[in-house]
């Protein structure tokens, strides 16, 4: 029995070929787009009467399960944009002009084309995305050297932030220059996979305006920006069996609600907006299991993921923390442990790049909490050599354990030069999970 946030909602029946509008887009994790060609679909669709059609379908390579074709309206698309817009009304009355550095069949990227067609600018196509270069800083900057708005946007995955800065901490002539194109932006915004506290404390440090950006394909992408809710968008975490431990039960979290002191607030995350996708073309079970509509017309969506509401001062903003996907819960030994918690305290150590953390099967603990780990470069403190060094394994199970628990300890530490990547330029979870089970097989059978 699912616990929803509003009794009496109803799933919603999926979509059709039927509900796709003449020129709808349709992305598929495994083959590029054209950005020109989704700039003339987008074009045809908004300028249009027919808003609640599906205007973007959104394919997905099944790397945690099948694959699913998440169905966008052009309604969702342009709510999803007023949101964003809403959030900087500050920066200036000057048109938004984005710059495209992810590939155009991933989300993020296929919202920068939408959103560009909205404001009425000509986006900035970076050549990584078009051309068999890969993303770096070069390409990065000579893509800034064409952007002509002094309000710009550029949505990133943190690999890349990672990359642009710290060639810009290696060679300080050409830092300089990154740090400039970076803080010409209006909004980074950075999504796709958990950024690092080390890498947002470098971006804040630098004066860079980095969001971080919580949503997926079925929210038309990020509609939570740095834990603040988008204008328009609503939010709810409702309690439920499988969680670590959860302080008290849920709450509803809207921009517009009075700020008042709370104990902190867990559960699964809801979301409700305009923005939101009308479900999975074709597919009622998986539609039924996450769209639900209450007797009102409002709809909601129910994610994968736990998140956590902190307590905040009165006339502060809500500020949301997402924990990790409910499939990310590990229990070992009996104790429940998230992932995500475990990957933030490895993250914490100075050595250490980026952290993904999974469960294994193990005989003895039920699940086995296993670590992959990519380490700073070498000029930032030997990392390379210390990949070696039983001491480094060792200081991250301790930190673990001071943070966590004993149960927290990761059981196996394998240290990459670089997660693979998938061709949207996140971690290749599917990969990732291949070389700790590979890594985990071999250490048992030593």
């Known amino acids: 029995m699912i616990t929803t946030p509003v009794p009496g909602l109803e799933p919603l029946p999926a979509p059709g070929e039927d509900a796709l509008h003449p020129h709808a887009v349709r992305l598929r994790a495994d083959r590029p787009a054209d950005p020109r060609a989704l700039l003339d679909s987008f074009g045809r669709i908004f300028a249009g009467n027919n808003q609640d059609s599906v205007a973007l379908l959104v394919g997905t390579s099944g790397s945690t399960g099948i694959p699913k074709h998440t169905a966008l309206s052009a309604r969702a698309l342009r709510a999803s944009a007023e949101a964003t817009e809403g959030f900087f009304k500050s920066a200036g009355s000057e048109a938004s002009q984005w710059l495209l550095a992810l590939p155009a069949h991933y989300v993020a990227g296929a919202q920068v084309l939408a959103r560009s067609v909205l404001a009425g600018t000509e986006p900035v196509i970076a050549r990584s995305v078009t051309e068999p270069v890969h993303f770096s800083p070069d390409v990065f900057l000579r893509a800034v050297e064409q952007l002509s708005s002094t309000r710009r946007f550029v949505s990133l995955v943190p690999t890349q932030l990672h990359k642009l800065l710290e060639t810009a901490r290696n060679q300080p002539r050409t830092g300089e220059e990154i740090h400039a194109a970076l803080r010409s932006f209006t909004g980074i915004l950075l999504g796709g996979a958990p950024a690092s506290a080390d890498l947002l404390a470098a971006a804040q440090e630098l004066g860079l305006n980095v969001v971080t950006t919580y949503g997926s394909a079925e929210t038309a992408g990020g ?102 996907r409910s499939d990310d819960i590990v229990i070992t030994g009996g104790v429940k442990i998230s992932a995500r918690a475990v990957a933030e305290a490895l993250e914490s150590h100075p050595a250490v790049r980026e952290a993904l953390v999974c469960g294994l099967p193990d005989a003895r603990w039920g699940s086995a909490v296993t670590a992959a780990l990519t380490l700073v470069s070498p000029a930032e403190g030997a990392a390379t050599a210390l990949a070696e060094n039983a001491e480094l394994r060792e200081a991250l199970r301790s930190l673990c354990i001071e943070r966590l628990g004993v149960a927290a300890a990761p059981k196996l530490l394998s240290i990459l030069p670089d997660f693979p990547l998938t061709s949207t330029g996140k971690p290749d979870r599917r990969e990732i999970y291949s070389i700790l089970d590979r890594d985990y097989r071999e250490a048992s059978r030593g």
């Open 223 to 324: 509609c939570i920006y740095s834990g603040r809710v988008l204008p328009g968008v609503r939010v709810e975490l409702v309690p439920e069996e499988g969680m670590p431990s959860v302080p008290s039960a849920g709450t509803e979290l809207t921009n517009e609600d009075p700020a008042h002191e709370d104990p902190p607030q867990v559960g699964r995350i809801w979301i409700s907006g305009a923005h939101l996708a009308q479900g999975y073309l074709g597919d009622p079970g998986r539609t039924a299991e996450h769209f639900f509509a209450a007797a009102d017309g409002t709809r909601w969506y129910r994610t994968d993921d736990y998140g956590l509401l902190s307590t905040h001062a009165p006339g502060e903003p809500c500020i949301l923390r997402v924990l990790g």
